[in-house]
């Protein structure tokens, strides 16, 4: 059963992934949709795998539970051992990938801002930003 949650795991994983990776040549070419309508499929992958995971430790701890004169490393196989370590070699590539559309992310968020700064210059009053009381590019004159 263990090495069936870890399969799964290691499916959702590489889908996340694979999804990201999309996300990313979206953005690049300043294709917003597509990134919206993969969100809820991106969010079911994530809840996926939580779950896969959260089994996975439920199966690793009734294997200890069971055989308490054993350590870990010997109570699974070596099959097991090669999905772990394939789990934590995919963890780290969704953490890379996560990372460089983190990037991207703030780099186009920086860019709409400054543009709608230029566009409608706003002030801070206390803890809020609020629009001038000149933006001169907005005044109309009948």
């Not at 889908?15 to 996300?23: A, G, R």
């Not at 090669?82 to 186009?108: F, G, P, S, T």
């Not at 801002?113 to 001038?132: C, D, H, I, W």
Request: proline share 4%; net charge negative.
């Amino acid at each position: 059963m263990l090495s069936h949650h870890l399969q799964g795991a290691l499916i959702d994983l590489r889908d996340l992934i694979k999804i990201t990776e999309s996300d990313i040549a979206d953005i690049k070419e300043a294709k917003n949709d597509p990134q919206f309508d993969r969100l809820s499929l991106k969010e079911e992958k994530l809840k996926s795998f939580e779950q896969k995971k959260a089994m996975i430790d439920h199966e690793i701890s009734s294997l200890m539970t069971k055989n308490p004169d054993m350590d870990l490393p010997e109570l699974l196989s070596k099959e097991q051992h090669l999905q772990l370590d394939e789990l934590k070699k995919e963890l780290n590539n969704l953490r890379d990938v996560n990372k460089h559309y983190a990037r991207l992310v703030l780099v186009v968020s920086n860019l709409y801002n400054t543009f709608l700064e230029r566009v409608v210059p706003t002030e801070m009053q206390g803890y809020n930003k609020v629009a001038s009381k000149n933006p001169s590019i907005l005044e109309v004159r009948v």
